[in-house]
Nanobody, 115 residues
Framework: QVQLVESGGGLVQPGGSLRLSCAASGSISSINFMGWYRQDPGKQRELVAQIRSDGSTDYADSVKGRFTISRGNAKNMLYLQMNSLKPEDTAVYYC?????????WGRGTQVTVSS
């Protein structure tokens, strides 16, 4: 099992930056993928970015060039650096860990982009 706790959300103006963090505990060495998802009320949860155990990454087209996903050296931390934020980035952001075939989720952190 893996436990995930997100932090770093908040209110930011358009064009601003935020850095989300996710602290993982438990069976960290068994994690295959880690990622960030987001969800607006009334919409489906969508993948924002993911990173594999080999360090390769994928990004949603809407965030490419603006967001960067990374893991800490100890592999128990996951980060999402978000730059050039837009109002449409407003959502609850969730940390995810995949240990085949189980998905683990944090409780989420709210990101609001508004002037």
């Amino acid at each position: 099992q893996v436990q995930l706790v997100e932090s770093g959300g908040g209110l930011v103006q358009p064009g601003g930056s935020l850095r989300l963090s996710c602290a993982a505990s438990g069976s960290i060495s068994s994690i295959n993928f880690m990622g960030w998802y987001r969800q607006d009320p009334g919409k489906q949860r969508e993948l924002v970015a993911q990173i594999r155990s080999d360090g390769s990454t994928d990004y949603a087209d809407s965030v490419k060039g603006r967001f960067t996903i990374s893991r800490g050296n100890a592999k128990n931390m996951l980060y999402l650096q978000m730059n050039s934020l837009k109002p449409e980035d407003t959502a609850v952001y969730y940390c995810n860990a995949l240990i085949f075939p189980m998905n683990y989720w944090g409780r989420g952190t709210q990101v609001t982009v508004s002037s």
